[in-house]
């Protein structure tokens, strides 16, 4: 029985030894492959300003995407108030500021 507790313990020490890498600690990021390709919203640019306009409006909610954010918000308000007297709720980000 000795040596099945010892070849556990050695095993378990195979999977992790604390004193060999902090757990919390993330590996290095592997770099994307160069053939990933372009940026979606467009690879030619005058400056990082023009770029970053490009990229928001990339991002940024259509009509339909905007209408569904708002609906979902009407009917979580909705439910609250009729699970929760006095509850309030509040969006809170981007979304709600008006921001991209």
Avoid: I, M
């Avoid at 160069?34 to 009509?63: C, H, I, K, M, N």
């Avoid at 439910?79 to 709720?89: N, S, T």
């Amino acid at each position: 029985k000795r040596q099945r507790t010892e070849g556990r313990a050695q095993r378990h020490e195979q999977r992790w030894n604390p004193f060999e890498r902090d757990p919390f600690e993330r590996a290095a990021a592997e770099p994307r492959a160069a053939q990933s390709g372009p940026a979606p919203w467009g690879t030619r640019f005058a400056s990082l300003s023009e770029e970053l306009r490009a990229f928001a409006a990339y991002v940024a909610l259509d009509a339909e995407e905007e209408a569904a954010r708002e609906q979902l918000v009407a009917l979580v308000r909705e439910v609250v108030a009729e699970e929760c007297a006095g509850a309030r709720v509040e969006a809170f980000g981007s979304w709600p500021a008006g921001l991209p």
